[in-house]
């Protein structure tokens, strides 16, 4: 019994965490849009885009749908790459598999997000179920494999935070006038640990609210 509420915890947190970058594939499309209409309304000349209704729907559609295709042909082309390099007798064609993994990463994100003006996230997203769903059998050493790709996760978002910390340092701090000409008060910390409490509030209700289906789960995949 308390192996199953450690599995089902941890199962639940897992599922909010995705669920909090799910909201943030949405939320990065909506923020682009958003942000060229509230720039537009400055009245600055050469910054933002006025965007209608319908201008503004065929947006959403162009930057997340496109970005599924992009994803989607980036995939294909790992797909075939990874198909050619099966041969499990020679491991150095293993460490080209990783390689050419992480290559595709980048290069769809790179050609939706700054070639097509589409949603890179996305993009990688797609590229990256689509391969997974694929290419399971493909791959010559699929433990490497998980194991760097676990690796750089934890790498990259230790980097992540460390820089995001040191911007906020210099921001509480007043460290960088130049570019922060404001003061952070006593107001703003309380502020801060206002927005602390209501993120843990919301996502308890997101950890337990999803924990029968959780729970449900784990039972059948031990079934």
């Not at 050609?111 to 890179?120: F, K, T």
Request: glycine fraction near 8%.
């Amino acid at each position: 019994m308390l192996l199953h509420s450690i599995t089902v915890a941890f199962l639940c947190l897992e599922s909010s965490t995705d669920i909090n970058r799910c909201s943030i594939f949405l939320f990065a499309v909506f923020f682009t849009i958003f942000s060229q209409i509230f720039l537009s309304e400055l009245g600055i000349p050469g910054v933002g885009t006025a965007i209608t209704a319908s201008s503004g729907f065929g947006l959403f559609f162009r930057m997340s749908l496109g970005a599924v295709a992009v994803g989607a042909a980036f995939s294909l082309g790992l797909l075939t790459m990874v198909y050619f390099l099966n041969r499990r007798f020679n491991a150095e064609e293993g460490i080209v598999q990783v390689t050419a993994t992480i290559t595709c990463a980048y290069l769809s994100y790179y050609v939706a997000e700054a070639v097509c003006g589409m949603s890179g996230v996305i993009s990688v997203v797609t590229c990256g179920v689509m391969t997974k769903f694929c290419a399971s059998s493909l791959f010559n050493d699929p433990d490497m494999m998980e194991k760097f790709w676990i690796m750089v996760e934890h790498i990259l978002n230790s980097l992540l935070f460390v820089l995001g910390g040191v911007v906020w340092g210099t921001v509480i701090s007043n460290q960088d006038p130049e570019r922060y000409d404001y003061s952070f008060t006593g107001e703003d910390w309380g502020y801060l640990v206002i927005v602390y409490i209501l993120v843990m509030a919301i996502r308890a209700v997101l950890i337990f609210g999803f924990y029968p289906c959780c729970s449900y789960l784990w039972f059948l995949s031990i079934v």
